[in-house]
T-cell receptor
């Protein structure tokens, strides 16, 4: 159980393109989803937290107009990197959790490798 | 905010030996401490977690210890195998459902 699916696994596109990444919880309802960014040989840095049906909360230094997050249902959150540039190239990873009695651990997707040419 | 420090950054052990990775945290309100294993090109996979109401937890070859007074916790892997080679991250949070603060990671290499 507790499977989180992320799609696509890899994207290569030209500078100026907008890219959408999907994160789905396959066998549980995720009240909260988190988006992380990871540069090579570095740790995961939280970008934003999204709760179903409400606006995402962004970490300091993360541009909300650049990284659009939508969490329209309890099983799906999307991250759109708008007008991507080479400096946006990174490994983007989502995680999902469920709040409430018996808080469940966060489970991570397998990440999306974004390469902007 | 929370700050998590992790040591060592790299660790090489012979197959069959034990490996220990240590983390410290700063926020005394943190009460949830998971450990993740990340293989190349993949997302982190939860391998064990501990909450502040216990001092130790074990799952087969993996164990985690927590010292809340000293604000540090450790991952112990016994009888290491080559497939244990990966990057391991510790993390801390006030709840499993809230944002995690990650350590900087440890590249574990198990030599056959």
């Amino acid at each position: 159980g507790a499977v989180v699916s992320q799609h696509p696994s890899r994207v290569i596109c030209k500078s100026g393109t907008s890219v959408k990444i999907e994160c789905r919880s396959l066998d549980f309802q995720a009240t909260t989803m988190f988006w992380y960014r990871q540069f090579p040989k570095q740790s995961l840095m939280l970008m934003a937290t999204s709760n179903e049906g409400s606006k995402a909360t962004y970490e300091q230094g993360v541009e909300k107009d650049k990284f659009l997050i939508n969490h329209a249902s309890l099983t799906l959150s999307t991250l759109t990197v708008t007008s991507a540039h080479p400096e946006d190239s990174s490994f983007y990873i989502c995680s999902a959790s469920t709040q409430g009695a018996g808080n469940q651990p966060q489970h991570f997707g397998d990440g999306t490798r974004l390469s902007i040419l | 905010g929370e700050n998590v420090e992790q040591h060592p950054s790299t660790l090489s052990v012979q197959e069959g030996d034990s490996a220990v990775i240590k983390c410290t945290y700063s926020d005394s309100a943190s009460n949830y401490f998971p450990w993740y294993k990340q293989e190349l090109g993949k997302g982190p996979q939860l391998i064990i977690d501990i909450r502040s109401n216990v001092g130790e937890k074990k799952d087969q070859r993996i164990a985690v210890t927590l010292n809340k007074t000293a604000k540090h916790f450790s991952l112990h892997i016994t009888e290491t195998q080559p497939e244990d080679s990966a990057v391991y991250f510790c993390a801390a949070s006030r709840s499993s459902a809230r944002q995690l603060t990650f350590g900087s990671g440890t590249q574990l290499t198990v030599l056959p």
